[in-house]
């Protein structure tokens, strides 16, 4: 089966920087349209960075662009949120998404519904002050 697995969540100092990071298993491929969403506490979930087949392409939410970098290593199945300058409002549970299946921008992926394509678990971000 299709397993994504976050990793690199934890408590952090607001001003830091953190990497988080997922490993894809079981896709047919290796070039699946990725991304990362968050919910907070009582916020709606926000796709906050995605990515395209081969990576040239991003899609970033307003709340991180020019703070979060999405990556990708398609040889490693491997997807990566860098996190530059976190803040309070960074808290949250991270999850990692792909969605094979269909030609989707990372603008798609984004937006897309926590009932398309598949999820992980989540892994916890907690900026403290």
């Known amino acids: 089966q299709v397993r994504l697995a976050e990793s690199g969540g934890e408590l952090v100092q607001a001003g830091a920087s953190l990497r988080l990071s997922c490993i894809e298993s079981g896709l047919t491929r290796d070039d699946t349209p990725m991304g990362w969403f968050r919910q907070g506490p009582g916020k709606e979930l926000e796709g906050v960075a995605c990515i395209g087949r081969s990576g040239s392409r991003t899609y970033y939410a307003d709340s991180v662009k020019g703070r979060f970098t999405i990556s990708r290593d398609n040889a490693k199945n491997a997807l990566y949120l860098q996190m530059t300058n976190l803040t309070l409002e960074d808290t949250a549970t991270y999850y990692c998404?792909?969605?094979?299946?269909?030609?989707?921008?990372?603008?798609?992926?984004?937006?897309?519904?926590?009932?398309?394509?598949?999820w992980g678990l989540g892994t916890q971000v907690t900026v403290s002050s």
């Open positions: 998404v792909a969605r094979p299946q269909g030609s989707w921008t990372p603008y798609d992926i984004c937006f897309m519904s926590r009932l398309s394509g598949f």
